[in-house]
């Protein structure tokens, strides 16, 4: 071996030490309730298709129509080659189901926070994160190299402090604070109307990510900004459409300013390949169908699984963290995190499900802190009330040791 390859062995045998070394699986079938692994089924509660859209007829067909009538690939920068149909009438429509000014989407939510945090500010300026804020930010935010504040997660005393020291835009110096409306890991909701009011009386902006909220709270699913009546007052809000939307990529939706800013600062939108516009078709399928009755229905019956999840699950609740307490408005949880602490647990667990043929990714640094390692469940409205059943019952069966 040579000694590039020896020094990479050495640091992945740190990694299996530690509990931490990860690996691919390999699926041979679309995201659903069940996933066919290695010639075994498997009841799924890893994936974030919330309202089951992943694999939605309609989400699909939208996909191979783009594909028919634009071809595989989109060629070059959006700024370079021309903007396909596909994507300004995606934008239109984020924009209309957010009731913003403009909307604009990115290859990926990664892409779009780097984009969208690195334009905006710069060495002069202060980025004031929330502790749990997913690695897109934290990175989004180490990259603009503005100065960085974390404050503790959901702790409004604590992001005044760091409000306080920053001291406000004054034209000279951008203060920018970025939170989750619903937090990846844990599931639990950040307390947006209060952060709203916060920031206005410091005069800094504010930057919601709602990756985990859209196609899921709120009126047609626009979020949690929407349920909470302060989307109006959020500069700029972000979000994927890889999640609830069923299929790939990032957006922002904003001011006309803002889009119009971004499209002329933002790099990773500058200088990247626009995604295959089947995507974005996909995507604009997924956001019509967030606003139909078809996900009117697929919302309330999230909420039953989420609620039959919590219930069955309450003599558990001392591991459920964050989570077990509540402060979003309607009560749908699809992340439902069990908190086992050591690594070496939350895999062991997550092997003992799968010999049951139940997938629940145990979660693990550097993805949630150090000794904070969980399983992660997530719920979708493909799932039955007896598939919540199943997993109910082979959780309670294990020795989770809580
Ligand atoms: C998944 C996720 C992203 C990244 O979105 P992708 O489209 O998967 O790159 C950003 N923010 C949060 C909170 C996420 O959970």
């Given at each position: 071996?040579?000694?590039?390859?020896?020094?990479?062995?050495?640091?992945?045998?740190?990694?299996?030490?530690?509990?931490?070394?990860?690996?691919?699986?390999?699926?041979?079938?679309?995201?659903?309730?069940?996933?066919?692994?290695?010639?075994?089924?498997?009841?799924?509660?890893?994936?974030?298709?919330?309202?089951?859209?992943?694999?939605?007829?309609?989400?699909?067909?939208?996909?191979?129509?783009?594909?028919?009538?634009?071809?595989?690939?989109?060629?070059?920068?959006?700024?370079?080659?021309?903007?396909?149909?596909?994507?300004?009438?995606?934008?239109?429509?984020?924009a209309?189901?957010?009731?913003?000014?403009?909307?604009?989407?990115?290859?990926?939510?990664?892409a779009?926070?780097?984009?969208?945090?690195?334009?905006?500010?710069?060495r002069?300026?202060?980025?004031?994160?929330?502790?749990?804020v997913?690695?897109?930010?934290?990175?989004?935010?180490?990259?603009?190299?503005?100065?960085?504040?974390?404050?503790?997660?959901?702790?409004?005393?604590?992001?005044?402090?760091?409000?306080?020291?920053a001291?406000?835009?004054?034209?000279?110096?951008?203060?920018?604070?970025?939170?989750?409306?619903?937090?990846?890991?844990?599931?639990?909701?950040?307390?947006l109307?209060?952060?709203?009011?916060?920031?206005e009386?410091?005069?800094?902006?504010?930057?919601?990510?709602?990756?985990?909220?859209?196609?899921?709270?709120?009126?047609?699913?626009?979020?949690?900004?929407?349920?909470?009546?302060?989307?109006?007052q959020?500069?700029?809000?972000?979000?994927?459409?890889?999640?609830?939307?069923?299929?790939?990529?990032?957006?922002?939706?904003?001011?006309?300013?803002?889009?119009?800013?971004?499209?002329?600062?933002?790099?990773?939108?500058?200088?990247?390949?626009?995604?295959v516009?089947?995507?974005?078709?996909?995507?604009?399928?997924?956001?019509?169908?967030?606003?139909?009755?078809?996900?009117?229905?697929?919302?309330?019956?999230?909420?039953?699984?989420?609620?039959?999840?919590?219930?069955?699950?309450a003599?558990?609740?001392?591991?459920?963290?964050?989570?077990?307490?509540?402060?979003?408005?309607?009560?749908?949880?699809?992340?439902?995190?069990?908190?086992l602490?050591?690594?070496?647990?939350?895999?062991?667990?997550?092997?003992?499900?799968?010999?049951?043929?139940?997938?629940?990714?145990?979660?693990?640094?550097?993805?949630?802190?150090?000794?904070?390692?969980?399983?992660?469940?997530?719920?979708?409205?493909?799932?039955?009330?007896?598939?919540?059943s199943?997993?109910?019952?082979?959780?309670?069966?294990?020795?989770?040791?809580?």
């Open positions: 071996m040579n000694h590039f390859d020896l020094e990479l062995t050495r640091r992945l045998a740190a990694l299996r030490e530690q509990n931490l070394f990860r690996e691919l699986r390999r699926v041979d079938s679309p995201q659903s309730p069940r996933l066919q692994a290695g010639g075994r089924t498997f009841l799924n509660f890893s994936s974030n298709d919330y309202l089951g859209l992943a694999n939605d007829p309609a989400v699909k067909n939208a996909a191979l129509e783009a594909i028919q009538k634009f071809g595989a690939g989109a060629g070059a920068s959006r700024l370079v080659c021309g903007s396909l149909a596909p994507f300004q009438e995606l934008e239109e429509a984020l209309a189901f957010k009731q913003t000014e403009a909307a604009l989407t990115f290859s990926t939510g990664y779009t926070a780097l984009g969208v945090v690195c334009a905006l500010l710069g002069d300026d202060v980025v004031i994160l929330d502790k749990l997913h690695a897109c930010l934290v990175d989004a935010a180490r990259l603009s190299g503005a100065k960085l504040r974390v404050f503790a997660h959901n702790d409004l005393d604590d992001l005044e402090d760091k409000l306080k020291w001291g406000g835009n004054t034209g000279q110096r951008r203060v920018l604070v970025v939170t989750e409306s619903v937090f990846s890991m844990d599931g639990d909701a950040a307390p109307r209060q952060m709203v009011e916060m920031k009386k410091h005069g800094a902006w504010l930057m919601v990510d709602e990756a985990h909220a859209t196609g899921i709270l709120g009126k047609d699913g626009r979020g949690l900004a929407e349920e909470l009546g302060v989307s109006g959020i500069e700029i809000q972000m979000g994927t459409l890889g999640k609830a939307l069923g299929a790939s990529g990032g957006f922002v939706c904003g001011s006309r300013a803002l889009v119009d800013f971004l499209v002329n600062r933002a790099r990773t939108f500058i200088f990247s390949t626009a995604p516009p089947a995507a974005a078709a996909g995507a604009a399928a997924g956001v019509r169908v967030a606003q139909s009755p078809q996900g009117r229905r697929l919302r309330q019956t999230l909420r039953e699984r989420s609620a039959q999840c919590r219930t069955g699950l003599p558990l609740s001392g591991a459920l963290g964050n989570a077990a307490g509540g402060n979003d408005g309607s009560g749908v949880r699809a992340i439902l995190p069990l908190i602490g050591d690594e070496a647990k939350a895999l062991d667990a997550a092997a003992k499900l799968r010999e049951r043929n139940i997938f629940v990714p145990a979660i693990r640094y550097p993805t949630v802190a150090r000794g904070a390692a969980r399983l992660r469940v997530t719920l979708t409205a493909a799932h039955s009330a007896e598939d919540v199943q997993l109910i019952a082979a959780l309670k069966t294990l020795d989770l040791g809580l």
